[in-house]
């Protein structure tokens, strides 16, 4: 070998497939985590309001990009903790996405309503495809930014209530086309294998199914019976649909406005149940071997995790981890979980198959949590 | 009411004129603003400069009305994601929560998150 190899520090030594970020909201800061022992490297600041904040990971797995909503997109390095670039590319943005190739990374974005397309390498600006104007004569406000296969993103429009897919196979010239998808969808998920997008209505019953292997075929609208007739619950955090839970056939949602976790086939798109929860969900992640699903709440729940088996469809754990549980992350193959405790400063270790706990580490209000094993994954 | 003077005395006298002004006390107005912050900024912003939910800064509130604003947060708003805080907050704590953004929102306490 060359003499470079010689000249490796130790941290360019290491590898990056333990490694992983916390969002620290309120100080703008997040940290650099590894699971395998589980510690905290480094913590990197100044970058600016991480309130909802979301990251993806470059495809070697070597740089986190971080979405800030005050519209900023940093590009961090997590062998030599710091900022390898940074671009103010909107007013308010909600997170982003990284394509297919791995080469662009897109922002989706609220104010000015629209998604941007940047480069891996040093975020400039390559493309940009503004929304259609809602009711107010502004650009709507983008939710659900997904990548698909064959460097195509599927988002929604909040005032619009639109499904689009942007296509991104000519990087600066990316085609888009829009379909009516339902009223207010809030947030959108594509399934693991890049299939299917579906879109989360906030403004009326059911959920909003786009086939990509299909686009001719629009819009369809799945689980149209869900909640028709019942009052709902008022909603104090929107339910997240990004960390999608799919085990085996079955796909398991957030219900909005109701303490109830949906169960959908995924074959057939049917109901097949709901469990009853704790609170409004916020988050529901499949254990990574599909056994169990765990689901967070929203305020003032916020305080429990609760379990689900995955095969009776029944509650067989609840926790309480801490106070106000925002995020919840698998290591890769879910030995571990950890759970952010934004109002108690510290991030909970769990083993994920006994539910005890392993350990704590602090951390300044922490809410995302995101390991590097997203970069192979479609739709994280 | 006469009472002897001294530390006592001061003490029972912040009571009474919390309970005058009717203004939420000093560690529960911590965790308004934690409130505010943190879970009304999952929708508004961390900084208040809106998100999927309007900007709640002092100059995108000016002009309205505070027992409008606080009817909002009371109520929610019907055909909106913003929900009813009744149930959750007292009325006296409402008014606090508007007085407070109407002149521009306290900044989370160093250590914020903690108690």
Redesign the interface.
């Known amino acids: 070998m060359s003499a470079s190899s010689a000249g490796l520090s130790e941290a360019q030594e290491r590898g990056t497939g333990d490694l992983g970020v916390v969002i620290e909201r309120a100080s703008g800061s997040v940290l650099i985590v590894a699971h395998t022992k589980p510690e905290v490297l480094a913590r990197v600041e100044g970058l600016g309001d991480l309130s909802h904040a979301s990251v993806v990971f470059s495809r070697d797995q070597r740089f986190a990009y971080v979405f800030g909503r005050d519209g900023a997109l940093s590009k961090l390095d997590l062998l030599r903790p710091g900022i390898a670039a940074r671009v103010q590319q909107a007013g308010n943005s909600i997170g982003g996405a990284i394509s297919q190739d791995g080469r662009l990374v897109v922002a989706q974005n609220y104010e000015p309503g629209g998604i941007k397309a940047f480069s891996a390498d040093d975020l400039h600006l390559v493309a940009e495809v503004p929304a259609r104007p809602g009711p107010n004569g502004r650009a709507a406000k983008v939710v659900g930014l997904a990548d698909l296969p064959g460097q195509r993103f599927a988002y929604a429009l909040f005032e619009t209530g639109e499904i689009c897919v942007s296509d991104f196979s000519v990087p600066d010239a990316p085609r888009t086309e829009c379909a009516p998808a339902g009223r207010q969808p809030y947030d959108g998920l594509v399934t693991p294998d890049g299939h299917f997008y579906l879109a989360g209505l906030f403004g009326e019953d059911g959920v909003a199914l786009w086939d990509s292997w299909h686009p001719e075929a629009g819009v369809q609208r799945i689980l149209e019976g869900y909640g028709r007739g019942e009052a709902p619950l008022p909603v104090y955090k929107m339910p997240h649909l990004r960390g999608w839970a799919q085990a085996g056939e079955r796909l398991f949602l957030p219900a909005v406005g109701r303490h109830e976790v949906l169960v959908v086939e995924r074959r057939d798109w049917r109901e097949l149940g709901r469990v009853a929860v704790a609170g409004q969900p916020v988050f529901v992640m499949a254990r990574p071997d599909g056994r169990e699903i765990w689901v967070n709440f929203a305020f003032p729940d916020n305080g429990r995790v609760q379990v689900i088996d995955a095969e009776t469809l029944t509650v067989r754990d609840t926790l309480e981890p801490g106070r106000a549980v925002l995020h919840m992350e698998f290591t890769p193959k879910g030995d571990q979980v950890w759970l952010s405790c934004r109002d108690d400063d510290q991030i909970m270790v769990y083993d994920a198959m006994t539910h005890r706990e392993i350990g704590r580490l602090a951390a300044r209000s922490p809410s995302g949590i995101f390991f590097t094993y997203r970069a192979t994954r479609f739709g994280m | 009411m006469r009472r002897r003077q001294g530390a006592f005395g001061v003490a029972w006298g912040l009571v009474f004129a919390a309970v005058v002004h009717a203004e939420p006390g000093v560690a529960r107005q911590e965790a308004l603003v ?2 505010v ?3 009304c ?3 508004h ?3 208040l ?4 939910g309007p900007a709640l800064t002092a100059e995108a509130l000016a002009g309205k009305d505070g027992e409008m604003l606080a009817a909002v947060i009371t109520h ?1 708003r019907p ?1 909106t ?1 913003m ?2 805080f009744a149930g ?1 907050l007292s009325t006296e704590e409402i008014t606090w929560i508007v007085e407070r953004l109407q002149e521009g929102f306290p900044p ?1 306490s160093a ?5």
């Open positions: 934690r409130l912050r943190q879970d900024g999952a929708c912003g961390l900084s400069r809106g998100g999927l929610g055909g994601p929900p009813p959750l989370l250590g914020s998150s903690s108690p």
